[in-house]
């Protein structure tokens, strides 16, 4: 027999908790989209709310119109894919090592130096000088990549994963001739689906967003990311359609609709890509958090 679940003071306390928090991350993306898709009389009125008024496509035709979009769009999938890759390979790997404490020698210096970089580092100017003047990695996409390419936290995370995984299954593979490379390939990873899923959109997003190391590092501007152009854009000063938009009498559009329109396109790739990934992160998150 299967009872109902009773409705309580605190499951009704909670359900309206959840939805102001759902609300206050919606709304503002839900303005940010009507917003830039309203004409300038009722943005300047502010009248806009939750959906468009006097809907049109011209800001969007005017934001897509500037060729640094789509040339800073394929530098970001670029850094994106390659970096999650990357970063996906080293992390795997040291996890997986980490896991084996009793055959990993060193376990003990190796781990402890591992979870110093947590609270210690050289700081900005010895990673600048470094990579700078000792890699000559300047101005180059590996400046991109390389920095962010290991996260000590996934590599807890991936970690206490792997230590959940059956020793007999990994010495079946031993006595059937499998190395360590062997049974991570062929036994571990087809069962870690989860987490190499959350590991990886935590790179990726991390890689799309970036925005100070390519600041810094990038000089040129057919290397620049989408975020820099997206801060190039936003800033009125610096976006060439402005000046000839209002002053040739065409339709004109509000400052505000162009800086949400361009946000709105730099960030639908990743808000389009969440849900086909949310069942795996959703458990890769919480069996990573787990120690079995």
Partial sequence: MVQSKK????????????????????????????????????????????????FHLETYKVVLKDDR????????????????????????????????KNRLPF????????IATMFFSGGMIPAYLTMVNILKLYDNIWAVVLPS????????????????????????GRIDGLTDVGVLWYLVL??????????????????????????????SQSKLPLQIILRQIVMRSQHEDFA???????????EDSIKYATIFVATAPIIAVYPWLQKYFVKGVMIGSLKG
């Fill in 244 to 254: 000839a938009l209002f002053a040739s009498g065409d339709k004109i559009i509000h």
């Fill in 190 to 219: 087809p069962t870690s689906t989860a987490i190499m899923a959350t590991m990886g959109l935590f790179y990726a997003v991390g890689y799309w967003n970036a925005f100070f190391t390519p600041l810094i590092y990038l000089k």
């Fill in 107 to 114: 376990y003990g210096v190796i781990n402890s130096m591992l």
């Fill in 149 to 172: 390419c290991i996260s000590t936290t996934n590599v807890i995370i991936m970690r206490t994963f792997f230590t959940q995984f059956p020793l007999e299954i990994e010495e079946s």
């Fill in 69 to 100: 979009i789509f040339m800073s769009y394929k530098n970001t999938i670029i850094y994106t894919v390659v970096g999650t890759a990357i970063a996906l390979l080293f992390t795997t790997i040291t996890a997986y090592g980490l896991s084996k």
């Fill in 7 to 54: 409705i309580t003071v605190w499951v009704v306390i909670r359900t309206i908790l959840l939805l102001i928090v759902v609300l206050s991350i919606l709304y503002p993306l839900l303005y940010m989209v009507a917003v830039s898709f309203s004409s300038n009389h009722f943005i300047a009125r502010n009248e806009i709310s939750f959906y468009p008024k006097g």
